[in-house]
C-alpha cells in the first residue's frame, strides 16, 4: 500500500522555525502532485501549500507566503517544508498529501500520511 510518513513537528516558540519531511513509499512522489494540509482544534482542515507533478508549479495559502517554502528530494523521494517565523496561529496537525491527477491545487487527494503535530507557544 501506498503511504506518506510525517515527521519534524514539535513545540517551537513564535518566530521560530521548523522543518517538516513528507517521506513516500512504495510510489514515485515526482509522479504525483503533492500537498501541505493542516488542520487546528475545532476548524476545518485548510490547504497550506502544493507543488505540481513534476515540480513545475508551486502555491501557497496568503497565511504563509514568504514564511514557509516547500521544496523536494526527487533521490531521497521525500518533500519538505521550511517553516519560518512561526506565529502562534500555525499551531495545527500537519498533513502531507499526494494526488494522482497532478494539479497544483491540490483538488481531490488520494493519498494521506498520519499528521504532525506543530505547537507555537511561548
Known amino acids: 500500500q501506498l503511504q506518506l510518513v510525517e515527521s519534524g513537528g514539535g513545540l517551537v516558540r513564535p518566530g521560530g522555525s521548523l522543518r517538516l519531511s513528507c517521506a513516500a513509499s512504495r510510489f514515485t512522489l515526482d509522479n504525483y502532485a503533492i500537498g501541505w494540509f493542516r488542520q487546528a482544534p475545532g476548524r476545518e482542515r485548510e490547504g497550506v501549500s502544493c507543488?505540481?507533478?513534476?515540480?513545475?508549479?508551486?502555491s501557497y495559502a496568503d497565511s504563509v507566503k514568504g514564511r514557509f517554502t516547500m521544496s523536494r528530494d526527487i533521490g531521497k523521494n521525500t518533500v519538505y517544508l521550511q517553516m519560518n517565523n512561526l506565529e502562534p496561529e500555525d499551531t495545527a496537525v500537519y498533513y502531507c498529501?499526494?494526488?494522482?491527477?497532478?494539479?497544483?491545487?491540490?483538488?481531490?487527494?488520494?493519498?494521506w500520511g498520519q499528521g504532525t503535530q506543530v505547537t507555537v507557544s511561548s
Open positions: 498529501s499526494a494526488e494522482s491527477f497532478g494539479g497544483c491545487p491540490i483538488r481531490t487527494v488520494d493519498y
Open positions: 507543488v505540481s507533478r513534476g515540480g513545475i508549479k508551486t
